[in-house]
């Protein structure tokens, strides 16, 4: 064997004809796989072949151009890894294009049924939630219709469970019910059973969300019932006689259509545990598509957060160390993408783009069993006697050292909608960095409780959040921890009396640092209940502002909060709170405070009238001078009084994804016009339809001809104004009255709005006048 040990040939003799293995060198074995079926059936049993004779060895399992339709789990175990050698998934070449497929080819005859529509018989044993034809996910037969520009689900209404219009269908077991929770904290799913004497629906489900309140009265629609097929590209199974119903769009020829179902809810499984994980193996470079819907199984309760989970996604990591998964396309996958459970170390996401997943992006979540004194459901409670008081995990079965970096994360939680670009649960010190995440129906980046801390979550950009539901933000956290009591009057006295308990589960320091976040529907930055031990700087809140509801050791500083402010809520004495050195462009927003922790101080306000009476002795106002907000620079200029307070300028070009293909492809938050802006500069306003701003720049200077920047700028003039004001004038006067800006002038206006007025004009580079009479609206 010495003689060949540098390099030989292994011949293996699979039943799959689509494994082939080339060339063995002591760098490692190669195994190339070809598209075809009974892939996943061989290729674990060559893996633990290799890994049997060379424990030390690299075996890189390389696939070639093409999509692989998955019959079972890609499934690595511990056995498989033994040793030093990696474990390499990844494409042949730089060039091919792979797609691992958790879905099943179907080749059907259609046959025309009615109305459009086309039917045609599946001998398959499995049922199916998703079908692609051409590899565009379709949408299953609903009520409302699929309506893209819908803010919920696409189209929601209050009578799709009336018994009037459950009555118009046959047969609606086996249709699905989606729903927003009652006060729009996430959703619930549930599975049509049958109809009652009254019309209404028999249901079962409705587990999918922690905090129990039922449905939204508004929010909700039905899916899969025949009677609902009616658009362009809907379908509909029937189960029973195993037919499928679809109508296709004009002009598509479904003789030559690709015809995909869902199958797989997991494409790839590293299954191990603490005692033995799976170690070194490296997934790269493939789209991951066609994974089937979970949220019927998403039904474990995290905690006393307001979620319950599903575990798993396309790819699981389930007791492993030191894996990763690299520059993949997640594509339309029914559930999670990535989901990291129990003991991992060193787990690396990196690279990957995520979209249009049901469920969440990626999840980083521990076993319960590793919580001390664990609790589901937010009403839950525990006598302090019962409580266990030693500090950290009980077990290691938990997520530690992980990292979520660089990976483009957008429209997710399509049809979960208690879900998350990153989510963490029960987890320590994990690193979410340098992620662009965007269009969520909840939070961008999820914390679900204290346990354990240690996350670093920087140079992100995560915006359009919250666009499905309320009362939360692009980063969310909860803290109800160990010390956490849903009786407010109990916990104080349970906080008061033993203030070392809010550390027993949050050992280590959450940071938030050198993020860009945007809500447009809740906060930028929401610390909600109980959250604690955070250190929150260098962040830009571009709308939402930045909350920090009832919690402990909490310190916020230097963070640059647009359009919005600091809004602490219902804070407990003794806190050990910081608000500091801070930029704000509103004043504070308090909610039930009574106590302001050990200090507020040291920040920048907008105006004096902002400044609030009670805390910040030292902190200044005015104007903070920043270098370029229209561009998304919030820099302030060396001499800005913010400057004075502590507050030091930090990166703005270091948000969000940093590979190129990435970056090319990223969407950028909408960056706001600020308020101060709009106060002291002007925007463009439409005013009696016209549209009229300030003198802002120089070149408008120039344009008009104005010696400086006083007047209210023309920018388009309607015909009704006839030939008193024209496109481009400038106006200085109304009556005897000065005109500095836009609000001064419609203040004048009004205040002569019952009588002619002579107005001054600068048109041209040249004075002139006209007379203005604003009775009943009219123009003279």
């Not at 670093?456 to 009591?485: C, K, M, P, Q």
């Not at 496109?727 to 836009?742: S, Y």
Request: hydrophobic share 35%.
């Amino acid at each position: 064997m010495k003689a060949v040990n540098h390099f030989f040939l292994y011949v293996l003799f699979l039943t799959s004809t689509h494994i082939l293995f080339a060339q063995r060198k002591t760098a490692g074995h190669e195994i190339t796989v070809r598209p075809g079926t009974g892939v996943v059936g061989t290729l674990p049993t060559a893996i633990l072949r290799y890994r049997t004779l060379h424990p030390e060895e690299d075996i890189i399992v390389k696939f070639t151009t093409g999509t692989y339709y998955l019959d079972t789990t890609l499934l690595i175990t511990p056995a498989m890894t033994t040793g030093n050698g990696h474990i390499i998934l990844c494409k042949a070449s730089a060039g091919d294009k792979v797609t691992l497929s958790g879905g099943k080819p179907l080749q059907l005859k259609w046959k025309p049924w009615k109305d459009g529509i086309y039917s045609a018989q599946i001998a398959i044993p499995f049922d199916f939630d998703l079908l692609y034809v051409n590899d565009e996910q379709q949408i299953r037969a609903r009520y409302p219709n699929y309506d893209s520009s819908a803010k919920h689900y696409n189209g929601s209404a209050a009578d799709a469970l009336s018994p009037a219009r459950v009555k118009t269908w046959k047969h609606p077991e086996g249709g699905y019910v989606h729903a927003l929770h009652k006060a729009e904290w996430g959703g619930y799913h549930y599975r049509i059973t049958g109809v009652n004497n009254d019309g209404t629906l028999q249901l079962e489900g409705g587990y999918q969300n922690n905090r129990q309140m039922g449905m939204h009265a508004q929010h909700r629609f039905v899916e899969n019932i025949l009677e609902e097929l009616d658009g362009p590209r809907e379908w509909y199974y029937n189960k029973a006689t195993q037919t499928l119903y679809y109508k296709p769009l004009p002009g598509t020829d479904l003789n030559k259509a690709t015809i995909v179902v869902s199958r797989l809810p997991q494409v790839i499984t590293l299954k191990g545990s603490s005692q033995a994980p799976v170690k070194n193996v490296k997934i790269e470079g493939f789209r991951i598509a066609h994974t089937a819907p979970t949220f019927m199984d998403t039904r474990e309760p995290l905690l006393r957060s307001d979620w319950t989970i599903y575990r798993g996604g396309a790819v699981m990591l389930d007791g492993t160390r030191n894996c990763s998964i690299l520059q993949c396309d997640f594509d339309h996958n029914g559930g999670n993408a990535v989901f990291v459970s129990n003991y991992n170390r060193g787990a690396m996401i990196s690279g990957c783009n995520i979209h249009d997943a049901g469920g969440s992006g990626i999840c980083f979540v521990g076993n319960p069993a590793a919580v001390r004194s664990p609790l589901f459901e937010y009403n839950k409670s525990q006598e302090f006697t019962a409580i266990d008081t030693v500090s950290g995990p009980k077990t290691p079965d938990y997520p530690d050292s992980c990292t979520a970096s660089d990976n483009l994360i957008h429209h997710t939680g399509r049809i979960e909608k208690q879900s998350a670009g990153v989510q963490i649960s029960m987890a320590m010190d994990i690193t979410v960095s340098h992620n662009t995440i965007y269009n969520v129906p909840r939070a961008g980046i999820n914390i679900s409780e204290g346990t354990w801390g240690g996350h670093v979550i920087e140079y992100n950009d995560v915006f359009n959040t919250v666009l499905e539901t309320g009362d939360h933000g692009a980063f969310n956290s909860w803290g109800r921890d160990r010390y956490w009591h849903p009786d407010r009057e109990k916990m104080d006295s349970l906080v008061q009396l033993y203030p070392w308990l809010v550390k027993l589960d949050v050992i280590k320091t959450i940071v938030l640092r050198n993020n860009r976040f945007r809500c447009d529907h809740g906060w930028d930055i929401d610390l909600d209940d109980g959250s604690s031990n955070y250190h929150i700087y260098n962040n830009v809140c571009l709308n939402g502002g930045l909350k920090l509801r009832e919690g402990f050791y909490r310190t916020a500083e230097n963070n640059i909060i647009l359009n919005n402010s600091f809004h602490p809520h219902v804070w407990f004495a003794n806190s050990h709170d910081t608000f500091r050195y801070n930029i704000v462009t509103a004043g504070y927003k308090p909610i039930g405070i009574r106590y302001w922790g050990d200090e507020i101080d040291y920040n920048f306000f907008p105006d004096k009238n902002s400044l609030p009476a009670s805390t910040d002795a030292h902190s200044l106002y005015g104007d903070p001078q920043f270098i370029h907000p229209s561009t998304g620079d919030y820099r302030v200029k060396p001499g800005s009084p913010a400057l004075k307070t502590g507050f030091r300028n930090f990166a703005m070009d270091s948000f969000g994804v940093v590979s190129p293909g990435l970056k090319r492809v990223a969407a950028r938050p909408p960056l706001p016009v600020l308020q101060q802006q709009q106060q002291q500069q002007g925007l463009i306003i439409t005013w009696k339809g016209a549209r009229v701003k300030n003198i802002e720049t120089l070149g408008e200077r120039s344009a008009t001809g104005l010696p400086d920047n006083n007047g209210a700028y023309f920018v388009e003039v309607p015909a009704g104004f006839k030939n008193c004001i024209k496109t481009g004038d400038v106006v200085l006067k109304v009556g005897d009255e000065a005109i500095r800006n836009v609000n001064e002038m419609i203040k004048a206006f009004e205040k002569n709005k019952t009588k002619k007025v002579k107005v001054t004009i600068f048109r041209h580079q040249n004075y002139d006048y006209c007379d203005w009479y604003d009775a009943d609206d009219e123009r003279r």
